[in-house]
Every structure is written in structure tokens, then in C-alpha cells.
């Protein structure tokens, strides 16, 4: 059973758990960290989710990502889950972006984006079972032409593309 901070729309703790599928409290937000990988060459990691996934099953999706576990903060979520689904040890992450979204089932949402910049092997990258099923590091070119989930990581690594013209400077 995965139990969740609720937070207020301001990203402060409210002080009550949620249980992940039960029912989610009016008005509150869980927190979610997103992780970009790109490589030293300028190439980005895409993951394959497993066939048994709930949501986007079978679907490419850019680097990493997860729900903030209690007691969590959401760059300790970001290294977590960064390294549970792609065995990528981050020593720095960059903040890249928050976005605060209620889905139309009412459910609240605090994304917080994170940039990895990694020279790891790319053939060392560690596939979690039941998360992840493959993984490929792809273009600049790719991101911008691909259809990866969720849409606002793709937004995102070309706004870091077309910001520092191909190539992104760590």
C-alpha cells in the first residue's frame, strides 16, 4: 500500500495521508516528481512502460517519475524514483518547472520537473520490474518529432533544446 502526503494548492502539508486508489479528499493534492535524463552527447532517455501499468501502458516515457511517498520531500521522490527506474545514481538535479493540475476526475496534482545530466554509460541504465520494460536514448531531433508521455516532459526537454540552441549546457 502506497500512502501519500495530502498537500494544500499552495504546496503546503495538510497534514492528512493519502492511500494511493482509495478514495482522494476534496480539495487536497498529491506531489509528483518528473525527471528528464539527458546525456552528456545531448541525447535523452525514453523508457517503455510495462504492459501492466494502469495508466499508459506500453507507452515511451521521457526519463523517470513518481508519486512523493510520505514524509517525502520532492527532490529526495526525484532521486528515488530516478534511480528505482533507470538504476541512475543523480548526484545534482536542476529544477525545471511546477506545474499544479486537478485532473477531471477532481483528483489535484503538484508536478515538480527535474533535469539530470548524466556521462553514465548508456548501456548501464537498470529497468524496474513491473514500472519499466525497455529503454532507448534518443535525438534532440526525436523529442521534438515523437509523440512521449507525459506531453509536458516532451514540452519541456524542447524548451530546454530551442533555449540553448540544440544543446543543453549543464
Not at 516515457?61 to 508519486?67: K, M, N, P, V
Request: proline letters at 1%; aromatic letters at 12%; hydrophobic letters at 35%.
Amino acid at each position: 500500500m502506497e500512502i501519500w502526503d495530502g498537500y494544500y494548492e499552495d504546496k503546503t502539508l495538510a497534514g492528512v495521508d493519502i492511500v494511493r486508489g482509495g478514495k482522494f479528499p476534496t480539495g487536497l493534492y498529491h506531489a509528483v516528481s518528473e525527471i528528464i535524463v539527458r546525456h552528456a552527447d545531448g541525447s535523452f532517455l525514453v523508457t517503455k512502460r510495462d504492459y501492466a501499468k494502469e495508466s499508459h501502458a506500453g507507452e515511451w516515457e521521457i526519463g523517470a517519475g513518481g508519486s512523493v511517498l510520505k514524509g517525502e520531500g520532492f527532490y529526495d521522490a526525484a532521486v528515488r524514483e530516478l534511480f528505482e527506474e533507470t538504476g541512475i545514481r543523480a548526484e545534482k538535479l536542476e529544477k525545471i518547472y511546477e506545474i499544479t493540475k486537478v485532473h477531471e476526475n477532481g483528483v489535484g496534482v503538484h508536478f515538480i520537473g527535474y533535469l539530470c545530466v548524466t556521462d553514465m554509460d548508456k548501456n548501464n541504465v537498470v529497468l524496474q520490474k513491473g514500472e519499466t520494460i525497455d529503454f532507448k536514448w534518443i535525438s534532440a531531433e526525436d523529442i521534438v518529432k515523437g509523440d512521449y508521455i507525459p506531453q509536458r516532459k516532451a514540452e519541456y526537454a524542447v524548451k530546454i533544446i530551442n533555449d540553448n540552441g540544440g544543446i543543453y549546457e549543464n
